[in-house]
Every structure is written in structure tokens, then in C-alpha cells.
């Protein structure tokens, strides 16, 4: 076990590289609307931070990432997304797991294994999420399922030392269509 991986006795394991403040502004939202896409060149700013570790039912125990995301479009700096969340990982499996909340009426679960990295070497979470998947779910209210339904979601994260890249695609059924709705930025670490 690396030692860098530890943080006041809590083995971060491949989440370690999150955390600290991010900032990146080559961010690229390509997003639904009901006359054709919509293309977003934004910047944001995503706060991890360790938050420790928890137990469940007495037999597993995660570490945990919190997070915060604030995502302003380029053209007139207004915020147009803000989520919350949590990274967690399960040491005895190399599960690893995304859960987060927009304030829009949808919450997920989305999990994955990470891949094995050498020290030094990229870290990358791939984590999924599917509407009717049991154990890796996307909640969403009445609105959302009738007019804005998301039916799976995939979010792929590399981290090497201060840099990061991330891809993400929201899988929706929207306007009376499916739609892949894409969001991609690099962001480099300002602080830890």
C-alpha cells in the first residue's frame, strides 16, 4: 500500500488524485433543444475534498470524496449547472462509485471498477448508471420521466498528476427524441 494514497488514516486508494480545487475553461456541453443542439463552451471549478470513511451493515467499508461543481457558460458567465456529490471506494474489490444530486429532480448511483495504476501513472474511473439497472440507478421525479427522461449515464475521469480530463454522456429521451447530451473538459489542480 502507498503511503500517498493515506490521509489521516484513511487509504484513498485511486481517488486520492481528486482531490484538491480544480479549474479548467475548454469545457464543451453539447445539449438538446427542441430546435436542434445546443453547443456551450464553459469553465468550472470542482472542489474535492477527503471526507473520511463509513461502514455499512458492519461488513463494508467505504473511503469517501466529497465534491462540488460549478459550471458557468463562456458567452455571459452565468452558472447553468451545479452538482454535489460523492466518490467512494470499497478496498476489498476495487469497486468504485459516483453518486450526486442536481437541483433538477435527479439523483444517481453509477459504478465501476478502477483500473490498476502504477504510482505516478494516469488514474482513470469509469463509472454507469442505467434508469432500470438495480444496483446502479438514476432517480428521477414525474417531470423528468414523462418530458426529460434520462435513461443511462457514463462518466469517464483521468487524472495525472495535476491535471485532469474527464468525458461524460448523459443518455436522454427529450423532445421527442434520444439524444446524447455530451459534456468534456481539462481542468488543472490549484490547490489540495
Same mark, same amino acid.
Given at each position: 500500500?502507498s503511503?500517498? &494514497?493515506i490521509?489521516?488514516?484513511?487509504?484513498?486508494?485511486?481517488l486520492v488524485?481528486l482531490?484538491? *480545487?480544480?479549474?479548467?475553461?475548454?469545457g464543451?456541453?453539447t445539449?438538446?433543444?427542441?430546435d436542434g443542439?445546443?453547443? #456551450?463552451p464553459?469553465?468550472? *471549478?470542482i472542489?474535492?475534498?477527503a471526507?473520511?470513511?463509513?461502514t #455499512? !451493515?458492519?461488513?463494508q467499508?467505504?473511503?469517501?470524496?466529497?465534491?462540488?461543481?460549478? +459550471?458557468?457558460?463562456?458567452?455571459n458567465d452565468e452558472?447553468f449547472h451545479?452538482?454535489v /456529490?460523492?466518490? %467512494?471506494w470499497?478496498?476489498?474489490? #476495487?469497486?468504485?462509485?459516483?453518486?450526486?444530486?442536481?437541483? $433538477?429532480?435527479?439523483?444517481l448511483?453509477?459504478?465501476?471498477?478502477? !483500473?490498476p495504476?502504477a504510482?505516478?501513472?494516469?488514474?482513470?474511473?469509469?463509472?454507469?448508471a442505467? !434508469?432500470?439497472?438495480?444496483?446502479? /440507478?438514476?432517480s428521477?421525479f %414525474?417531470?423528468l420521466r414523462k418530458r426529460a427522461?434520462?435513461? &443511462?449515464f457514463?462518466? $469517464? +475521469?483521468?487524472?495525472? /498528476?495535476? &491535471?485532469m480530463k474527464?468525458?461524460? *454522456?448523459?443518455?436522454?429521451d427529450?423532445?421527442g427524441?434520444?439524444f446524447d447530451?455530451?459534456?468534456? #473538459?481539462? %481542468? *488543472?489542480? %490549484? !490547490?489540495?
Open positions: 500500500m503511503e500517498h &494514497r490521509i489521516d488514516g484513511i487509504d484513498y486508494g485511486p488524485g482531490i484538491g *480545487t480544480w479549474k479548467g475553461d475548454q464543451r456541453d445539449s438538446p433543444e427542441p443542439d445546443e453547443y #456551450n464553459y469553465y468550472e *471549478t472542489a474535492f475534498s471526507a473520511g470513511d463509513v #455499512n !451493515a458492519e461488513e467499508t467505504l473511503s469517501i470524496v466529497r465534491y462540488h461543481q460549478q +459550471v458557468s457558460r463562456k458567452s452558472l451545479e452538482q /456529490g460523492f466518490w %467512494l470499497d478496498p476489498t474489490d #476495487n469497486t468504485i462509485i459516483e453518486t450526486f444530486t442536481i437541483p $433538477r429532480g435527479l439523483a448511483v453509477a459504478g465501476g471498477v478502477a !483500473a495504476a504510482a505516478g501513472d494516469e488514474v482513470v474511473l469509469s463509472v454507469s442505467a !434508469a432500470d439497472d438495480p444496483d446502479w /440507478g438514476i428521477q %414525474l417531470f427522461r434520462t435513461e &443511462r457514463e462518466h $469517464r +475521469v483521468s487524472v495525472q /498528476g495535476d &491535471r474527464y468525458h461524460q *454522456t448523459t443518455f436522454l427529450i423532445y427524441r434520444k447530451h455530451t459534456d468534456r #473538459n481539462e %481542468l *488543472t489542480r %490549484l !490547490a489540495t
